[in-house]
Nanobody, 130 residues
Framework: QVQVVESGGGLVQAGGSLRLSCEVS????????MGWFRQAPGKDREFVVG???????????DYADSVKGRFTISRDNARNTVYLQMNNLKPEDTAVYYC????????????????????WGQGTQVTVSS
């Protein structure tokens, strides 16, 4: 059974940094896609960043325009963990952040859509104060 577990959220002042972690278990594939999404109160879930890879080869890294230059996705294959480093946080980054896994390759359009992901974590709250 695939499990996706996020951690690392919290409260931070504007301009600060946080690192989120996403550990995946029960999934053994030759091709992986992991994405980070977020959902603020009253808003739809939106794509933040995603990565696709196989072994040590990264095929795609996609970032939402709103986080380019501030957020970085990385992975540790040995730990089955994906990280989201968030720097220069802004109050508008406040949301519940979700990690998701997709089974098999996806087009760029699909990788940006929450509907394309098969497994989701429970979410972790990130609050940025002004």
């Amino acid at each position: 059974q695939v499990q996706v577990v996020e951690s690392g959220g919290g409260l931070v002042q504007a301009g600060g940094s946080l690192r989120l972690s996403c550990e995946v278990s029960g999934m053994f594939l030759s091709y992986y896609i992991m994405g980070w999404f977020r959902q603020a109160p009253g808003k739809d879930r939106e794509f933040v960043v995603g990565m696709s890879w196989s072994g040590d080869t990264t095929y795609n890294t996609d970032y939402a325009d709103s986080v380019k230059g501030r957020f970085t996705i990385s992975r540790d294959n040995a730990r089955n963990t994906v990280y989201l480093q968030m720097n220069n946080l802004k109050p508008e980054d406040t949301a519940v952040y979700y990690c998701a896994a997709a089974l098999g390759p996806r087009s760029l359009r699909a990788r940006l859509s929450a509907r394309s992901y098969d497994y989701w974590g429970q979410g972790t709250q990130v609050t940025v104060s002004s």
